[in-house]
């Protein structure tokens, strides 16, 4: 018989009342009375008191006294329900096992009650994971990307997976990382933009969620080297058409979370963003004159730092809310200008408060009006040859965002750093664990 059918879970106790049962965990605390040593063992459900009696005899009173936290055990025991005991339940072991020692000091808690810097945290990731919130953050993440598929495989798209080696900018600029590929020079790809729409002009609505890549030498609390894309495109769309679809999907990931992980946000103390409201959507100009009014100098073009999101997060109230209309010189170079105005891109943010999540719009379909973008933006039509062949070959009007999982995650947690919602984070001073 393998472990697996042999095993209860902490969570399962309840439920095993009368009956001997097989534990396996590890050691969260030792407890020794003049009566009784309880040690409580934590598995991937919960936790669960183990009661030995002492009896002034050698055996697993010995044992359990010289456990320590961390420790990888194995109790096989009677289940029977307890007044004294906090969960109510405990385990009357008979036999108690050490499957392996856990070397100490302890390079952190691990029991949550002591407060400790993030970067002792992530030098010891995955022993940091142990502790409850660590467990609950990224119990959270699980629901909320299967709540995304569950979410896009409903309304129609089919998630695809693209390349993370390019030849050049899939969306300009410089913070690429260089790749040396069978002596080549090629790049990390800072976003799945040009594969997804090229997949739009034959799957018509596609989805991706995985890494990229950005180069960026930032040391902010919403940064990462390595993060997590969230993406659409969708063929025969507008910018309307995809801001709708960001908006369902954030009202159906915030009612997912709540419905499933409310122990995990009792653990972390948080309250999830009201969601039961239409999302503002303010154009670049309204936003801008919300801030002038604020006393910022700003001009129409100008761009909005940290300081001038925070005002306007206050202002909104901390609704999740619309910017569009940018500036199209604000924009990558593939993004449709309107036919009102050429100087207004057909593009917008999805922000939170303070704090911009996601990005999208219409996209450039006809070749003409794309090498026209390129132009603007100094690249070489050359490095696009492969995309502008799929223009020139029957491109549909198309629409799509790009959305920063890990972003999100602060939302969807309370947490203020989005290391603290990544489970090995990559930035500029850190490569490891």
Avoid at 377 to 391: M, S, Y
Wanted: glycine share 8%; proline share 5%.
């Amino acid at each position: 018989m393998g472990l697996r059918s042999r095993r209860t879970l902490a969570a399962e106790l309840p439920k095993k009342v009368g009956e001997f049962v097989e534990l396996f965990g590890w050691v969260q605390n030792v407890r020794v009375t003049a009566r009784f040593v309880f040690v409580v063992i934590r598995d991937r459900s919960g936790v669960a008191q183990v009661t030995v009696r002492r009896t002034g005899s050698h055996g697993l009173e010995d044992v359990a006294k010289a456990l320590r936290r961390e420790d990888v055990v194995r109790v096989k025991g009677l289940v029977v329900r307890s007044k004294i005991a906090k969960l109510g339940y405990e385990v009357l072991p008979e036999e108690i096992e050490v499957l392996n020692r856990s070397k100490h000091p302890l390079p952190l808690d691990t029991s949550g009650h002591v407060d400790m810097e993030l970067n002792v945290c992530l030098d010891s990731r995955a022993i940091c994971l142990r502790r409850p919130e660590y467990q609950a953050v990224f119990k959270i993440a699980s629901t909320a990307l299967r709540a995304m598929r569950d979410f896009f495989t409903s309304n129609g798209y089919l998630e695809v997976i693209t390349s993370r080696i390019i030849a050049c900018a899939s969306e300009g600029g410089a913070d690429l990382f260089e790749v040396n590929y069978f002596d080549r020079k090629v790049f990390l790809a800072q976003s799945p933009q040009l594969y997804k729409e090229m997949l739009a002009g034959a799957f018509e609505k596609v989805f991706e969620i995985g890494l990229f890549y950005r180069a960026e030498k930032s040391r902010t609390t919403y940064h990462l080297a390595e993060f997590v894309s969230v993406d659409i495109e969708e063929a025969f769309a507008s910018m309307d058409d995809v801001m709708d679809t960001l908006e369902g999907l954030i009202k159906h990931v915030v009612k997912t979370v709540g419905e499933e992980n409310w122990r995990e946000l009792e653990t972390l103390e948080h309250t999830l963003p009201q969601v039961e409201y239409r999302f503002p959507r303010l154009t670049y100009t309204e936003a801008l004159e919300m801030l002038r009014k604020e006393g910022y100098g700003l001009e129409w073009g100008d761009d909005f730092g940290a300081e001038e999101m925070r005002t306007l997060g206050r202002l909104m109230s901390g609704k999740f809310y619309f910017i569009v209309d940018w500036p199209l010189a604000s924009k990558p170079f593939y993004t449709m200008p309107s036919p009102e105005n050429p100087r207004v891109a057909r593009a917008f943010d999805l922000n939170y408060e303070w704090l911009e999540l996601a990005s999208g719009g219409e996209r450039i379909y006809k070749p003409e009006v794309f090498l026209e973008g390129l132009r603007r933006a100094g690249l070489n039509p050359e490095d696009f040859r492969p995309f502008i062949h799929v223009l020139e070959h029957g491109m549909p009007p198309h629409a799509g965002f790009g959305l920063g999982f890990s972003r999100l995650m602060m939302v969807l947690t309370g947490m203020k750093n989005i290391r603290q919602v990544t489970l090995f984070p990559r930035d500029v001073d850190r490569v490891t664990p």
